[in-house]
């Protein structure tokens, strides 16, 4: 079994490629990076552009976003202190390379439009 | 709130983009889709390509796959039958946009190598 898309992966690039698009693909985590893309700094930036998500949830994946070094939380020692999550490089790196699924997801809506009928 | 990599998205395309990184992020997903880029066609070749899965599990992400558009499930009437599940279009175009991912987990890899401790 060969493929000329994808002719030189070993079987431990094969792991970290999956770990990395389950990490990216994980519940919520695509859109909060999308955000921080955005221009989201502060907490409640990040609510309003990551639709639908709660406050407890937000604020479990940006601990977990930061402890995979794709957040970066600065804290401004002003009264009160002022709180802000910036995408690390990586974090940048990653969205970026995410970016094409927005064509790909438009095109696949438009061929799904086009069939007669599509349960999912 | 704006981006210049990210600067004409709007909500509808948000919601697209999130929806399928977390359809190719799904635990096993990529893993299955990179086996069918490989050259997996049988179901046992799957079976050996995507390392710790279940029977159970691949079975159901198959069915899923298929009912997103992704894989197509072939049966020739041979005696037994002879079931070959193949991706589609969408589902190649998928695999090689996540593909830069490889470079990417490589290059964090690296860096997190370097670094003192990482808890993750």
Not at 5 to 17: G, K, L, V
């Amino acid at each position: 079994m060969s493929s000329s898309t994808f002719p030189q992966i070993n079987e431990e690039e094969c792991r970290r490629f999956r770990a990395s698009a389950e990490l990216a693909g994980r519940k919520w985590n695509a859109a909060i990076l999308l955000a921080g893309a955005r221009g989201a700094r502060r907490f409640s930036e990040y609510q309003a552009l990551v639709e639908g998500i709660s406050d407890r949830l937000l604020s479990a994946r940006m601990k977990e976003l930061e402890a995979e070094g794709l957040v970066e939380r600065t804290v401004k020692p002003t009264t009160p202190v002022t709180i802000s999550y910036t995408l690390t490089e990586p974090g940048h790196q990653l969205i970026s390379l995410l970016h094409p699924l927005v064509n790909w997801s438009r095109a696949r809506q438009a061929i799904q439009s086009d069939e007669p009928l599509s349960p999912t």
